[in-house]
Antibody, heavy 120, light 108 residues
Framework: EVQLVESGGGLVQPGGSLRLSCAGS????????MNWVRQAPGKGLEWVSY????????YYADSVKGRFTVSRDNAKTSLYLQMDSLRAEDTAVYYC?????????????WGQGTTVTVSS | EIVLTQSPGTLSLSPGERATLSCRAS???????LGWYQQKPGQAPRLLIY???SRATGIPDRFSGSGSGTDFTLTISRLEPEDFAVYYC?????????FGQGTKLEIK
């Protein structure tokens, strides 16, 4: 079964850091681009970051550029999001999502999400 | 940045009726890199349509997508009770890969 499972969410103070992980299984992880998408409470979806299968291409939303870092370890079939200098407006459910190929692709598989709360 | 505007914000219909959801882009979306997603409360989004008009795996044929350039449409031909949810369009042709604000499809 193709599956993505996020972990690492929690409560963090403003200015703090958190590292999210996303474990992929049931598919050849390195052959697919991966993304992070977030959803603030009661709000719509916001794309956060993209990383290609071999990590050669990486993109960020302006709202997180310079604060968040996406990476992947294909040997461990895992995706990561290092979040630094967290703000209250980063509070959201964070989903990892697979691109349906390597390159520009729709997001065909999603994890269940992990909740990040930034509050003092 | 490509801004996607979905309309209407809320659509109230009855089971069996036809639903038409619109997504308009602020710039041309290259090669129809446009997708539609369905999200139910407490669940992750699910891909319905990619490439503007191709159904994703396992999606019933009552869902169809159309359009090109800046104007796109998701049509649900005959609503089933499980179709009432929030629908998002997304462009993935150029970074940032933006989403529309969503259309809530509710039971009338």
């Amino acid at each position: 079964e193709v599956q993505l499972v996020e972990s690492g969410g929690g409560l963090v103070q403003p200015g703090g850091s958190l590292r999210l992980s996303c474990a992929g299984s049931g598919f050849t992880f390195s052959s697919y681009s991966m993304n992070w998408v977030r959803q603030a409470p009661g709000k719509g979806l916001e794309w956060v970051s993209y990383i290609s299968g071999g990590s050669s291409s990486i993109y960020y939303a302006d709202s997180v550029k310079g604060r968040f870092t996406v990476s992947r370890d294909n040997a461990k079939t895992s995706l990561y999001l290092q979040m630094d200098s967290l703000r209250a407006e980063d509070t959201a459910v964070y989903y990892c999502a697979r691109g349906s190929g390597n390159g520009r692709n729709a997001f065909d598989i999603w994890g269940q999400g992990t909740t990040v709360t930034v509050s003092s | 940045e490509i801004v996607l505007t979905q309309s209407p914000g809320t659509l109230s219909l009855s089971p069996g009726e036809r639903a038409t959801l619109s997504c308009r882009a602020s710039q041309t979306i290259s090669s129809s890199y446009l997708g539609w997603y369905q999200q139910k409360p407490g669940q992750a989004p699910r891909l319905l349509i990619y490439g503007a008009s191709s159904r994703a795996t396992g999606i019933p044929d009552r869902f169809s997508g159309s359009g090109s350039g800046t104007d796109f449409t998701l049509t649900i031909s005959r609503l089933e009770p499980e179709d009432f949810a929030v629908y998002y369009c997304q462009q993935y042709g150029s970074s940032p890969y933006t989403f529309g604000q969503g259309t809530k499809l509710e039971i009338k």
